[in-house]
């Protein structure tokens, strides 16, 4: 597909239309915000609960802002409004509060809801797009979620809305996340299953080669030195440690192909230092794999040097070896 496409053209617009609603949400932002993060902050400190309720599409957007809400501990039930008047509504206790997203506010299902809520002795919280609306009227806080046009042509498909109301979820979890204080390690014992938990359970020294499996020779020793010691472990890096095994550099496959390539014929006598690059990034045993992983993401390279507390060389991680781990 070019940039001259028709379609490339409308995809651009779409992105155009909805970064320019988050900027204006972003900038609207006020205290209403801060009072609605302490809110939920006492809810669940008072053992209340997390309730969100909406309609149409914004029954789904309330459906992934209470799945965030819940991954990061702080439990979030969704309740429509239909099947609260047919049962559901016995979920609200009070002391609970609850998140309704309408963009017109005036929504005939969940303005019935309100004053049910009310009567159970709910706080409600009105995400909308209407300031002057029925919900925001009748709620306790209002979070304005407004936007200057839809990213349709006929200014009526939810799009441009529905990112802003997902993006201001998104931001009530992170800063309600942030206020409860929750840890890295917090955050993966709700996870225990997937990708995220076992990068943020398992330590450096969990996921690093030791042994013979790991690559290392001495700052005197040469380039041919560092081949063998690379083919030995299976390698795709030596580390080059000094007298007292403080890591002195680091020597990839890669360097070797490219000192190759140039026409090098002195592998046998020329020292590894001269070729290696010399105090290399490295982590330190007790760190998380997550902290291993945002290193390989950031500096685009496939081995690391892990540390022990002394700066003496523990072991090295290959990125080739993750996907075994499922980190990646």
């Known amino acids: ?11 651009q617009a779409v992105f155009d239309a909805e970064i320019e609603a988050l900027q204006q949400t972003r900038n609207r932002l006020d205290d209403h915000f801060n009072q609605a993060v302490d809110l939920l902050q006492t809810t669940l400190a008072e053992g209340g609960k997390i309730i969100v309720t909406g309609v149409g599409k914004s029954f789904h957007i309330g459906q992934k802002i209470a799945a965030t809400f819940t991954s990061t501990g702080a439990p979030a039930n969704v309740l429509h409004p239909s099947e609260a008047m047919h049962g559901d509504l016995g979920l609200v206790q ?52 407004a936007v200057t046009r839809e990213a349709c042509p006929f200014n009526m498909v939810p799009t441009a809305s529905t990112t802003v109301a997902l993006a201001i979820g998104d931001a009530l979890v992170i800063a309600l996340l942030a206020a409860r204080g929750i840890t890295r390690e917090e955050y993966a014992r709700f996870h225990p299953g997937g990708a995220i ?21 001495s700052s005197a020793a040469t380039i041919r030195d560092a081949v063998i010691a690379m083919t030995k472990a299976q390698a795709g890096a030596v580390a080059i ?67 022990n507390p002394d700066g003496t060389l523990a072991g090295m991680i290959d990125l080739q070896d993750l996907p075994k781990f499922k980190i990646l």
């Open 197 to 217: 938990g076992r990068a943020l359970l398992l330590k450096v020294e969990d996921i690093m080669r030791t042994g013979d499996r790991l690559a290392a020779i």
């Open 94 to 145: 009070s002391g609970d509060v609850v998140l309704a997203l309408s963009y017109s506010g005036e929504s005939d299902e969940l303005v019935n809801l309100l004053p049910m809520l009310k009567r159970a002795g709910a706080r409600v919280i009105a995400l909308t797009g209407t300031a002057d609306s029925t919900l925001a009227k009748h709620s306790d806080l209002l979070l304005d979620a």
């Open 1 to 11: 597909m070019t940039t001259e496409s028709p379609h490339w053209a409308k995809a």
């Open 241 to 307: 440690v000094n007298d007292d095994k403080q890591v002195a550099g680091l020597l990839t496959d890669g360097d070797l192909r490219r000192y190759l390539a140039g026409g090098a014929t002195d592998v046998q006598t020329r020292p590894v230092a001269d070729l290696m690059t010399a105090n290399p990034i490295s982590i330190r045993t007790g760190q998380l794999a997550a902290d291993a992983l945002a290193i390989f993401q950031k500096h685009r390279f496939d081995d690391l040097v892990v540390l």
